[in-house]
């Protein structure tokens, strides 16, 4: 089993930036992906950002530009730094292992608010 813990949410202004952290209860040396989902009221959950062992990331179109995925190893922590946020972009963000000894694990959730 890994828990993973989300934190770093808040309500900021458009414009503003963030940074959310994920906690892993496991070491991630060894795990090849992890990620960032978030999920917008009425919406599906979807993609943010990726990013493997080796550093390779990857982003949803719509973030582009704005968010970093980064991972320190020795800390078990991924993080997502988001800047020029914009009111698309509340949701509730969650961390993503898409597989750890043959499962998929989930955060809980940290919620982020952009409002004026």
């Known amino acids: 089993q890994v828990h993973l813990v989300e934190s770093g949410g808040g309500l900021v202004q458009p414009g503003g930036s963030l940074r959310l952290s994920c906690a892993a209860s496991?070491?991630?040396?060894?795990?090849?992906?992890m990620g960032w989902y978030r999920q917008a009221p009425g919406k599906q959950r979807e993609l943010v950002a990726r990013?493997?062992?080796?550093?390779?990331?990857t982003y949803a179109d719509s973030v582009k530009g704005r968010f970093t995925i980064s991972r320190d190893n020795a800390k078990n922590t991924v993080y997502l730094q988001m800047n020029s946020l914009k009111p698309d972009d509340t949701a509730v963000y969650y961390c993503?292992?898409?597989?750890?000894?043959?499962?998929?694990?989930w955060g809980q959730g940290t919620q982020v608010t952009v409002s004026s």
């Open positions: 993503n292992v898409p597989s750890f000894r043959g499962s998929n694990y």
């Open positions: 496991v070491s991630i040396f060894n795990i090849y992906v």
């Open positions: 990013i493997t062992s080796g550093g390779s990331a």
